[in-house]
């Protein structure tokens, strides 16, 4: 019994003999099946031909990925806390390297995750830091490795402790959240919830970024009314590098005015 990852989406799936004839997370229109064919490996093959980058991606927050870069290129922030760590999202690959480096950081304490493009292999980092996984309960069905150390939260947030909230927005996935961490001035961990745009100035809220379908208006508004309550400087997204150091509240609340004037017509030529 193996769990296979799709290479597609870096999603690892339950225990199986044979690989399954499909990813669950490719197939939805949120994604998109490999267009040679869908395609698996699993952690132990990674492990040979793969690495985990690490990079600061800003104050006690450290950028980890997969080199070279593979499936979607997710990066997983690991938030360095008085209470201990919390790692933000997840990746594919856990290396001996890394795991070594964050036991050496006190380990994690807790894994929280945006939304299932972000799920990987989130079940092998839980067994080896022995800390639970927290999944908000409206994106259960796309937990495809169900697992004791995956917990559902409910609600519209739920608090991690050392300052950090977790806080369900909704829009791209149901259950799509972002971790908000207090302290200087605040920053929201957003997955793509709110995906950084180029620019470095705004952000965007779709139902399908691969695919471009957008969402309407409500969603918009409550994905940003979820965060209104919320203070935050900075936003830090799902990529490399994809982060707003300044006026994030404020980006959120023009971004969402945006999108809203944009499907109402306010653009059309
Ligand atoms: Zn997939
Ligand atoms: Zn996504």
Redesign the pocket.
Same mark, same amino acid.
Request: some cysteine; aromatic content about 0%; hydrophobic content about 10%.
């Given at each position: 019994m193996q769990a296979f990852i799709?290479t *597609?989406?870096?999603?690892q799936q339950a225990e199986t003999e044979a690989a399954p004839e499909r990813?669950p997370?490719?197939v939805d229109e949120r *994604?998109y099946v490999n267009p040679q064919g869908q395609q698996w490996t699993t952690h132990e093959r990674l492990r040979r031909t793969h690495r985990n980058g690490v990079r600061t991606e800003g104050p006690g927050v450290l950028g980890i990925g997969v080199e070279p870069q593979m499936a979607i290129g997710q990066r997983a922030l690991l938030v360095r806390g008085a209470e201990g760590n919390v790692l933000w999202d997840c990746v594919p690959l856990l290396d001996e390297g890394v795991a070594e480096m964050i036991r050496g950081l006190g380990g994690l304490r807790a894994i929280a995750v945006s939304h299932p493009h972000f799920h990987a292999s989130m079940v092998d980092w839980a067994h080896a830091f022995g800390c639970p996984v927290y999944v908000h309960a409206g994106n259960r069905e796309w937990v495809l490795r169900p697992d004791p150390a995956v917990r559902y939260w409910e609600g519209e947030t739920m608090a991690l402790g050392g300052g950090m909230t977790l806080v369900r927005c909704g829009g791209h996935f149901p259950g799509s959240a972002v971790l908000h961490h207090a302290g200087d001035g605040g920053a929201i961990l957003a997955g793509d919830t709110v995906y950084v745009n180029p620019d470095g100035r705004t952000v965007g809220m779709m139902y399908s970024f691969p695919n471009h379908v957008p969402l309407s208006a409500g969603a918009v508004r409550r994905v940003a009314g979820a965060l209104e309550p919320f203070a935050f400087r900075r936003i830090y997204g799902a990529w490399w590098g994809a982060v707003i150091e300044d006026g994030g509240a404020e980006v959120v609340r023009r971004s969402a005015e945006r999108h809203v004037a944009a499907i109402e017509g306010e653009y059309d030529a």
């Open positions: 799709c *597609q989406c870096g999603t990813c997370v490719c *994604q």
